[in-house]
Nanobody, 123 residues
Framework: QVQLVESGGGSVQAGGSRRLSCAAA????????MGWFRQVPGKEREGVAS???????RYKDSVKGRFTISQDNIKNTLYLQMTSLKPEDTAMYYC?????????????????WGQGTQVTVSS
């Protein structure tokens, strides 16, 4: 069974940085691809960043140049480095994995999800 566990969330002031981690377990298939999503209460979950099997990344427009997705295949860990954080980045952040839609930013195309880690950016 696939398990994804996020960590690294917390409170940070605007302009600050934070690095999220997502430890994956339960599969060793290198064909899995991963992504980061976020959600605030009352709104739909939105794609923030994704990475395909070749390391190519895609980003939501509003985080381009500020967020960087990366993965360590040996440690089976996904990262999201967030810099120049803004109050509108406040959300619960989730990592997820997909076999069929590598690189997608659509949450419906992901199969397994972590429990999330809260990021709160104060002005």
């Amino acid at each position: 069974q696939v398990q994804l566990v996020e960590s690294g969330g917390g409170s940070v002031q605007a302009g600050g940085s934070r690095r999220l981690s997502c430890a994956a377990a339960g599969y060793t298939d290198s064909k899995n691809c991963m992504g980061w999503f976020r959600q605030v209460p009352g709104k739909e979950r939105e794609g923030v960043a994704s990475i395909d099997r070749y390391g190519a990344a895609r980003y939501k427009d509003s985080v381009k140049g500020r967020f960087t997705i990366s993965q360590d295949n040996i440690k089976n860990t996904l990262y999201l480095q967030m810099t120049s954080l803004k109050p509108e980045d406040t959300a619960m952040y989730y990592c997820a994995t997909t076999l069929s839609f590598c690189g997608s930013l659509f949450s419906t195309r992901y199969d397994f999800w972590g429990q999330g880690t809260q990021v709160t950016v104060s002005s």
